[in-house]
């Protein structure tokens, strides 16, 4: 079925380090948003790219819409011990309905 | 501005005991409710959504029943816990009439059956 999926499901990093977080989606989109969610915690929403090829910068995270709208990546410049947590992309799939991709989860050693 | 509760932050029940998790909306009317669960280290898994009072839908076969009793309330209850039920419930909220829009979550409730 129609779905979103990201790679990779973890990802280990030395702090310092640059980290990138995939999501690919089976349809076209008419947007991608993207969660964090630390650990212990909820998801929060960090942003929405909606235009193909949009990139969209926050600090030291870098967000990009693919052109055919079918995938995007997060990217974080230099990681932080306050990066740590798992990433979720999400985009409207069947009738509309936001669906989330399986996240990525990402540990940071100092 | 909008805020979203959810209570208990944690509970331990039994197998085969009841269960009700209460989620509230405050500063918005009419939004679009929705349930989650999410096992440890896992992604969100999606239980059921409303678009409004009364109206409920399913995505899973589950032990599970949701109900929304009024515009800003959703209860997440079932009549006898299965140890699979254990998990992180999450409530969230959308703007009504567009379900692809950013969802908002509460805090969530920790569930432990054992």
């Known amino acids: 079925g129609q779905q979103v999926m990201q790679i990779p499901q973890y990802q280990h990093v030395q702090e310092g380090e640059d980290f990138t977080t995939y999501c690919n989606s089976s349809?076209?989109?008419?947007?991608i948003q993207w969660y964090k969610q630390r650990p212990g915690g909820h998801p929060v929403f960090l942003i929405q790219?909606?235009?193909?090829?949009e990139v969209k910068k926050q600090k030291r995270l870098t967000f990009q819409f693919g052109e055919a709208k079918k995938n995007s990546s997060l990217h974080i410049t230099a990681t932080q011990t306050t990066d740590v947590g798992t990433y979720f992309c999400?985009?409207?799939?069947?009738?509309?309905?936001?669906?989330f991709g399986g996240g990525t989860r990402l540990m940071v050693k100092p | 501005s909008q805020t979203i509760h959810q209570w208990p932050a944690t509970l331990v029940q039994p197998v085969g005991s009841p269960l009700s998790l209460e989620c509230t909306v405050e500063?918005?009317?009419?939004?679009?409710l929705y349930w989650y669960r999410q096992a440890a280290g896992r992604g969100l898994q999606l239980l059921f959504y409303?678009?409004?009072?009364?109206?409920i839908s399913s995505e899973v076969p589950q032990n599970l029943s949701a109900s929304r009793p009024q515009d800003r309330q959703f209860i997440l209850s079932s009549k006898k816990l299965l140890l699979s039920d254990s998990g992180f419930y999450l409530c969230?909220?959308?703007?009504?009439?567009?379900?692809?829009?950013?969802?908002?979550f509460g805090p969530g409730t920790r569930l432990t059956v054992l």
């Open positions: 969230a909220w959308s703007k009504l009439f567009n379900r692809a829009d950013t969802q908002y």
């Open positions: 500063g918005t009317s009419n939004p679009n």
């Open positions: 999400a985009g409207p799939i069947a009738g509309n309905m936001l669906t």
């Open positions: 790219l909606v235009k193909s090829g």
């Open positions: 409303s678009v409004g009072i009364g109206q």
């Open positions: 349809t076209t989109l008419s947007n």
